[in-house]
């Protein structure tokens, strides 16, 4: 009987893959991608800048730079302030030591003594001051935040206002009501005219460039 043997040669099978050593995997790493903070120092450094701008941007043709202080109050509630303030008003979150920034070298720097906590800033683009600062009173009336979140501060014509003298800009007068008192004192008795030049130097200043801007536009559309 014939004995039959298992063949010497194996079947040809592929090649084990070979062991990588350590130096050698290290060698065909991909490229090490940034690390996500300096990714992310980048990125708050970008809208740390983009801010500074905002504020330089809003503070051109600004009559007056006021701050709120904010703490407490809800996004809604800022929004709320936000659609009640005049379309000539902006009002801007933003950290104290980015709006010092922003307002230095400025007649606007006055307002550094107020930049302490959280605050909110108002930006008015109009003369109408008392106009401008009225919805946020009576937001802190209608949410009873007097106490709390009050403002802390402004600049007028180059001059700070602490929150004691705030009285001073909401009764300024009108536009309307320096023509008026202007023209009254023109038509009427040499003592009105006197009476008027003898008011505050901020008030007469105000009612003679107010006439003098009449006196302009009706001659351009003469």
Not at 52 to 65: D, I, K
Not at 137 to 152: L, S
Not at 202 to 217: G, Q, T
Request: proline share 7%; net charge positive; hydrophobic share 40%.
């Amino acid at each position: 009987m014939e004995t039959s043997f298992l063949p010497t040669t194996l079947p040809t099978t592929k090649p084990l893959p070979a062991f990588r050593t350590h130096a050698a995997a290290a060698s065909i790493r991909p490229q090490q991608r940034p690390r996500r903070s300096t990714i992310r120092a980048a990125i708050t450094r970008g809208r740390k800048e983009e801010t500074v701008a905002t504020v330089r941007e809003q503070l051109e043709g600004c009559y007056l730079l006021a701050g709120i202080k904010y703490e407490g109050l809800t996004v809604k509630q800022l929004q709320g302030i936000r659609d009640a303030l005049p379309e000539t008003c902006s009002l801007l979150v933003a950290k104290n030591t980015l709006v010092g920034k922003a307002i230095e070298g400025t007649p606007w720097e006055a307002l550094k003594p107020c930049m302490k906590g959280m605050n909110a800033w108002l930006f008015v683009h109009t003369e109408e001051v008392p106009t401008a600062l009225k919805p946020y009173r009576a937001f802190q009336k209608e949410e009873r935040v007097e106490e709390t979140n009050d403002f802390v501060g402004a600049v007028f014509e180059g001059k700070f206002y602490g929150p004691g003298d705030f009285k001073t800009l909401e009764t300024m007068p009108s536009r309307a009501e320096v023509y008026a008192t202007l023209l009254g004192a023109l038509q009427g008795p040499a003592t009105s005219l006197v009476a008027t030049l003898q008011a505050p130097a901020r008030d007469v200043v105000a009612v003679l460039s107010a006439y003098v801007r009449k006196l302009e536009e009706e001659a351009g559309a003469a």
